[in-house]
Protein backbone atom coordinates (compact mmCIF):
# COMPACT_ATOMS: atom_id res chain seq x y z
CA UNK A 1 0.00 0.00 0.00
CA UNK A 2 1.30 3.47 -0.95
CA UNK A 3 2.58 5.60 1.67
CA UNK A 4 0.89 9.24 2.43
CA UNK A 5 2.90 12.12 3.37
CA UNK A 6 0.68 15.48 3.67
CA UNK A 7 2.62 18.40 3.24
CA UNK A 8 1.58 20.99 5.68
CA UNK A 9 2.79 24.13 2.66
CA UNK A 10 -0.65 23.74 1.86
CA UNK A 11 -2.30 23.76 5.68
CA UNK A 12 -3.47 26.85 7.41
CA UNK A 13 -0.74 28.27 9.13
CA UNK A 14 -2.84 29.60 11.29
CA UNK A 15 -4.63 26.87 12.69
CA UNK A 16 -1.61 24.42 11.74
CA UNK A 17 -2.49 22.27 15.00
CA UNK A 18 -6.14 21.68 14.30
CA UNK A 19 -5.04 20.83 10.47
CA UNK A 20 -2.52 18.05 11.71
CA UNK A 21 -5.21 16.95 14.25
CA UNK A 22 -7.84 16.37 10.74
CA UNK A 23 -5.02 14.29 9.24
CA UNK A 24 -2.83 12.15 12.07
CA UNK A 25 -5.02 8.98 12.15
CA UNK A 26 -5.27 8.63 8.45
CA UNK A 27 -1.60 9.81 7.06
CA UNK A 28 1.78 7.84 7.24
CA UNK A 29 3.91 10.78 8.04
CA UNK A 30 3.97 14.38 7.97
CA UNK A 31 6.01 16.62 4.96
CA UNK A 32 7.63 19.47 6.08
CA UNK A 33 8.88 21.77 3.28
CA UNK A 34 11.56 23.89 4.53
CA UNK A 35 12.51 26.57 2.44
CA UNK A 36 15.52 29.68 2.36
CA UNK A 37 14.47 32.43 -0.30
CA UNK A 38 17.77 31.12 -1.37
CA UNK A 39 18.01 27.65 -3.08
CA UNK A 40 14.19 28.34 -3.53
CA UNK A 41 12.44 31.59 -3.81
CA UNK A 42 9.75 31.10 -1.31
CA UNK A 43 10.40 31.32 2.61
CA UNK A 44 8.56 28.68 4.93
CA UNK A 45 9.65 27.78 7.98
CA UNK A 46 12.35 26.21 10.30
CA UNK A 47 13.59 24.35 13.27
CA UNK A 48 11.84 25.97 16.06
CA UNK A 49 8.43 24.58 13.99
CA UNK A 50 9.67 21.44 13.92
CA UNK A 51 10.47 21.01 17.18
CA UNK A 52 6.76 22.03 17.73
CA UNK A 53 5.31 19.70 15.90
CA UNK A 54 7.58 16.50 17.35
CA UNK A 55 6.63 17.95 20.87
CA UNK A 56 2.92 17.62 20.01
CA UNK A 57 2.22 14.68 17.49
CA UNK A 58 3.90 11.22 17.67
CA UNK A 59 3.70 11.53 13.57
CA UNK A 60 6.99 10.84 12.28
CA UNK A 61 8.29 13.80 10.35
CA UNK A 62 9.73 13.51 6.68
CA UNK A 63 11.48 17.10 6.41
CA UNK A 64 12.37 18.57 2.95
CA UNK A 65 15.22 20.79 3.27
CA UNK A 66 15.34 23.08 0.31
CA UNK A 67 17.94 25.12 1.37
CA UNK A 68 21.96 25.94 0.81
CA UNK A 69 24.36 24.69 2.47
CA UNK A 70 21.94 21.79 4.35
CA UNK A 71 25.09 19.99 5.73
CA UNK A 72 24.77 22.89 8.34
CA UNK A 73 21.70 22.08 9.67
CA UNK A 74 21.61 18.53 9.27
CA UNK A 75 22.28 17.88 13.08
CA UNK A 76 19.79 20.66 13.48
CA UNK A 77 16.63 19.30 11.98
CA UNK A 78 17.33 15.42 13.41
CA UNK A 79 17.72 16.78 17.02
CA UNK A 80 14.14 18.80 16.61
CA UNK A 81 12.62 15.62 15.63
CA UNK A 82 13.09 15.29 11.93
CA UNK A 83 12.56 10.97 11.05
CA UNK A 84 13.23 11.39 7.53
CA UNK A 85 15.51 14.51 6.07
CA UNK A 86 15.47 15.16 2.67
CA UNK A 87 18.85 17.39 0.80
CA UNK A 88 18.64 17.64 -2.76
CA UNK A 89 21.39 16.39 -5.26
CA UNK A 90 21.54 19.87 -6.49
CA UNK A 91 22.87 21.90 -3.11
CA UNK A 92 25.22 18.69 -1.67
CA UNK A 93 28.99 19.17 -2.68
CA UNK A 94 29.65 16.42 -0.72
CA UNK A 95 26.43 14.25 -0.96
CA UNK A 96 28.06 10.78 0.33
CA UNK A 97 29.00 12.74 3.42
CA UNK A 98 25.52 14.41 3.68
CA UNK A 99 23.91 10.86 3.67
CA UNK A 100 26.12 9.05 6.17
CA UNK A 101 25.61 12.30 8.19
CA UNK A 102 22.02 12.22 8.40
CA UNK A 103 22.18 8.50 8.87
CA UNK A 104 24.84 8.61 12.13
CA UNK A 105 21.98 11.14 13.60
CA UNK A 106 20.14 8.19 13.41
CA UNK A 107 17.60 9.46 10.38
CA UNK A 108 16.81 8.39 7.24
CA UNK A 109 18.78 9.64 4.33
CA UNK A 110 17.01 10.81 1.15
CA UNK A 111 17.58 12.70 -2.06
CA UNK A 112 16.05 14.93 -3.85
CA UNK A 113 16.21 15.30 -7.19
CA UNK A 114 14.71 18.65 -9.08
CA UNK A 115 12.30 17.91 -12.32
CA UNK A 116 15.49 18.47 -14.30
CA UNK A 117 18.07 16.22 -12.75
CA UNK A 118 19.08 12.94 -14.48
CA UNK A 119 18.15 9.99 -12.28
CA UNK A 120 20.96 8.00 -13.27
CA UNK A 121 23.30 10.61 -11.64
CA UNK A 122 22.32 8.34 -8.23
CA UNK A 123 23.60 5.65 -9.95
CA UNK A 124 26.99 5.35 -7.34
CA UNK A 125 25.34 6.39 -4.29
CA UNK A 126 21.57 5.29 -4.52
CA UNK A 127 23.03 1.68 -2.40
CA UNK A 128 22.91 3.76 1.03
CA UNK A 129 20.33 5.54 0.70
CA UNK A 130 16.71 5.30 2.26
CA UNK A 131 14.34 6.83 -0.35
CA UNK A 132 14.87 9.28 -3.23
CA UNK A 133 12.57 12.32 -3.30
CA UNK A 134 11.51 12.73 -7.53
CA UNK A 135 10.11 16.14 -7.66
CA UNK A 136 7.30 16.56 -10.21
CA UNK A 137 7.39 20.46 -9.83
CA UNK A 138 9.57 22.93 -9.97
CA UNK A 139 10.35 23.30 -6.04
CA UNK A 140 9.52 26.30 -4.23
CA UNK A 141 5.66 26.55 -4.47
CA UNK A 142 2.42 24.34 -3.56
CA UNK A 143 -0.65 23.91 -5.86
CA UNK A 144 1.89 23.54 -9.15
CA UNK A 145 0.61 21.19 -12.07
CA UNK A 146 2.34 17.84 -12.32
CA UNK A 147 5.25 17.35 -15.12
CA UNK A 148 4.57 14.49 -16.63
CA UNK A 149 7.78 13.31 -17.45
CA UNK A 150 7.85 12.47 -13.95
CA UNK A 151 6.25 9.30 -14.71
CA UNK A 152 9.38 8.38 -16.68
CA UNK A 153 11.94 9.38 -14.59
CA UNK A 154 9.93 7.01 -11.56
CA UNK A 155 9.96 4.05 -13.46
CA UNK A 156 13.66 4.49 -14.21
CA UNK A 157 14.56 5.16 -10.52
CA UNK A 158 12.48 1.76 -10.21
CA UNK A 159 14.58 -0.24 -12.18
CA UNK A 160 18.07 1.11 -10.22
CA UNK A 161 16.08 0.09 -6.91
CA UNK A 162 15.45 -3.23 -8.36
CA UNK A 163 19.11 -3.79 -9.46
CA UNK A 164 20.86 -1.90 -6.19
CA UNK A 165 18.65 -1.22 -3.41
CA UNK A 166 15.48 -3.37 -3.17
CA UNK A 167 14.30 -1.59 -0.01
CA UNK A 168 14.60 1.73 -1.47
CA UNK A 169 11.60 4.15 -0.99
CA UNK A 170 10.72 5.98 -3.79
CA UNK A 171 8.65 8.93 -2.87
CA UNK A 172 7.13 11.93 -5.40
CA UNK A 173 6.70 15.34 -4.36
CA UNK A 174 4.26 17.72 -6.89
CA UNK A 175 0.69 17.52 -8.33
CA UNK A 176 0.01 14.56 -6.13
CA UNK A 177 -3.85 14.29 -6.70
CA UNK A 178 -6.97 12.01 -7.00
CA UNK A 179 -6.23 12.10 -11.00
CA UNK A 180 -2.09 11.25 -10.71
CA UNK A 181 -2.03 9.09 -7.72
CA UNK A 182 -2.78 5.98 -9.31
CA UNK A 183 -0.08 7.07 -12.24
CA UNK A 184 2.60 7.34 -10.53
CA UNK A 185 1.84 4.05 -8.08
CA UNK A 186 1.99 2.41 -10.77
CA UNK A 187 4.88 3.46 -12.12
CA UNK A 188 6.65 2.75 -8.98
CA UNK A 189 5.75 5.00 -6.11
CA UNK A 190 6.12 4.10 -2.47
CA UNK A 191 5.71 6.72 -0.69
CA UNK A 192 3.45 10.23 -1.93
CA UNK A 193 3.64 13.65 -0.58
CA UNK A 194 0.06 15.65 -0.84
CA UNK A 195 -0.82 18.88 -0.14
CA UNK A 196 -3.38 20.80 -1.62
CA UNK A 197 -5.22 17.23 -2.44
CA UNK A 198 -5.45 16.87 1.31
CA UNK A 199 -5.32 20.08 3.15
CA UNK A 200 -7.65 22.12 0.43
CA UNK A 201 -9.91 19.43 0.73
CA UNK A 202 -13.09 20.28 3.24
CA UNK A 203 -12.23 16.59 4.95
CA UNK A 204 -8.58 16.33 4.75
CA UNK A 205 -8.48 12.73 6.42
CA UNK A 206 -11.28 11.32 4.08
CA UNK A 207 -8.97 12.68 1.32
CA UNK A 208 -5.90 10.68 2.59
CA UNK A 209 -8.19 7.87 2.45
CA UNK A 210 -9.55 8.50 -1.05
CA UNK A 211 -5.65 8.42 -2.37
CA UNK A 212 -4.76 5.70 -0.64
CA UNK A 213 -7.95 3.89 -2.08
CA UNK A 214 -7.40 4.87 -5.75
CA UNK A 215 -3.80 3.42 -5.66
CA UNK A 216 -5.99 -0.16 -3.98
CA UNK A 217 -8.16 -0.58 -6.87
Not at 93 to 121: C, D, M, Q, Y
Request: hydrophobic share 45%; charged share 25%.
Amino acid sequence: MIKISPSILSADFVNLEKGIVAIEKEADMLHIDVMDGHFVPNITIGIPVVKAIRERFDLPLDVHLMIEEPDRYINDFIEAGADILAVHYEACVHLNRSIAAIKEKGAKAFVTLNPHTPVFLLKDIIEYLDGVLIMSVNPGFGGQKFIHNSINRIKELKEMKNNFNPNLEISIDGGVNRTTIKSVYDAGVTMAVAGSAVFKNDDPAEAVRELKGLCDE
